[in-house]
C-alpha cells in the first residue's frame, strides 16, 4: 500500500512538473512577442 501511495505522488509531481514548465514555455513566447511588438512599433 506505502509503495503504491508513493509511486502515484511520483507520477503527480512530473505531471505538475510537466505542466509548469509548458507554461513557462508559453508564456516566455508570449513576452517575446510582446516585446517585438513594441519594439517594432
Known amino acids: 500500500m506505502g509503495s503504491l501511495k508513493t509511486h502515484g505522488s511520483k507520477n503527480k ?3 505538475n ?3 509548469s514548465d509548458l507554461f513557462g ?8 512577442q510582446t516585446l517585438l ?3 517594432y512599433l
Open 13 to 15: 509531481q512530473n505531471f
Open 37 to 39: 511588438l513594441v519594439v
Open 25 to 32: 514555455a508559453l508564456y516566455r513566447y508570449f513576452m517575446l
Open 17 to 19: 512538473l510537466n505542466g
